[in-house]
């Protein structure tokens, strides 16, 4: 599978969930992901997908081996994780899914997504940074 294929089916699955758009990345082409305006995280052409956390995430994403830290930013919160396989594309769309449930949460505080963040196969201990 190329790394069209892995973006293309990225996009197919991630803005299937409420409100999610794709649009183009501003810089260095590939796709943004939005919901209600604010970024969830965004695919390069080349594979590396991008995505900003709280900090206390980001250390605990790197810390596990989850994600890396960015190349450009590394003490911003952006993670990085590489899919160079499609072996690779369920933990992207895990990633994905946290940023999304992460903004939701702080945006509409009456639901607090606890079943959906629990169903994803990401540490507790990430989990709870939530």
């Not at 991630?14 to 183009?24: D, F, R, S």
């Not at 965004?42 to 980001?58: Q, S, V």
């Not at 449930?101 to 989990?127: P, T």
């Amino acid at each position: 599978m190329s790394t069209g294929a892995f973006m293309e089916q990225i996009e197919n699955t991630i803005t299937q969930l409420e409100g999610v758009t794709a649009v183009p990345h501003p810089r260095f082409g590939g796709r943004q992901f939005e919901w209600q305006g604010k970024e969830i995280g965004h695919i390069h052409r080349y594979g590396h997908l991008d995505i900003l956390f709280k900090k206390d995430i980001h250390d605990a994403l790197i810390e596990e081996g989850a994600a890396t830290e960015h190349q450009w930013v590394p003490d911003a919160g952006w993670v990085t994780f590489i899919i160079s396989n499609e072996t690779d594309l369920p933990h992207a769309l895990e990633l994905l899914k946290f940023s999304y449930y992460q903004k939701r949460k702080r945006a509409q505080r009456e639901n607090d997504f606890a079943n959906e963040i629990q169903a994803l196969a990401l540490s507790e201990k990430v989990k709870m940074l939530i």
